[in-house]
Each structure stands twice: as structure tokens, then as C-alpha cells.
Nanobody, 126 residues
Framework: QVQLVESGGGLVQAGGSLRLSCAAS????????MGWFRQAPGKEREFVAA????????HFADSVKGRFTIARDNAKNTLYLQMNSLKPEDTAVYYC???????????????????WGQGTQVTVSS
């Protein structure tokens, strides 16, 4: 099990940028595939981005492709989500998630993940 703490959320105008961080506890962070999900009010949690344990493989939801990037620093036990060209529809609580690496490099379903952070609010004003 790994404990996750997100940070970096806030209020930003449309077109702006934010970088989210997710700090993980433990010494086995490099053994985990990681992902970012988000949940807007009244909507289900949705996949945003995922990264393999090595950082070499990534995958993005179509809605954020070309605007968001995901990265990890295994030496610092930290996952990042760089969000550029933000839109009002990006407004949501953003969660990071972890799961032990398996046969697949990246995972896009919330049920694939075992450990979750508490979330950080991102609000994009028009």
C-alpha cells in the first residue's frame, strides 16, 4: 500500500496552466503504475492520464491530449500532471492513484487502482 497526497490545485483563468503534484510514501514508488483521474460535480470520476512504473509509457484521455502531460520522478516519489490551455470544463477534483505494476504498462480504469489520494480542487474560470 502507498499513501498519496495531491497538491497544486487552485483557481486559474481559461487558457492558463497549473501543475499538480502527488507525493507518495514508501520506498517502492517505482514499483507502481500511476494515474490521474478527475471528478466534476454531478459527474462520475473519469480517467485523465496514466504513466507506467518506469515513466516510459503514458496515455491520455482524448479530452486532454495535447494539453496535459504526465511525468514522474521516482527518486523523489512524486507524480506530476502539467495542465496547459485549461478550459472551464477541466474544473474538477483531481485524484492521483497507484497500483502495483502488472502485465500492462498503463491502466485507464479506476477499478484498476488500489490506492487513492484525497484529491485537489482545480477551478478554471471563463
Amino acid at each position: 500500500q502507498v499513501q498519496l497526497v495531491e497538491s497544486g490545485g487552485g483557481l486559474v483563468q481559461a487558457g492558463g496552466s497549473l501543475r499538480l503534484s502527488c507525493a507518495a510514501s514508501g520506498r517502492t514508488f517505482s514499483s507502481y503504475a500511476m494515474g490521474w483521474f478527475r471528478q466534476a460535480p454531478g459527474k462520475e470520476r473519469e480517467f485523465v492520464a496514466a504513466i507506467s512504473w518506469s515513466g516510459l509509457n503514458t496515455h491520455f484521455a482524448d479530452s486532454v491530449k495535447g494539453r496535459f502531460t504526465i511525468a514522474r520522478d521516482n527518486a523523489k516519489n512524486t507524480l506530476y500532471l502539467q495542465m496547459n490551455s485549461l478550459k472551464p470544463e477541466d474544473t474538477a477534483v483531481y485524484y492521483c492513484a497507484a497500483r502495483r505494476k502488472g502485465l500492462v504498462f498503463v491502466y485507464t480504469l479506476s477499478d484498476d487502482y488500489n490506492d487513492w489520494g484525497q484529491g485537489t480542487q482545480v477551478t478554471v474560470s471563463s
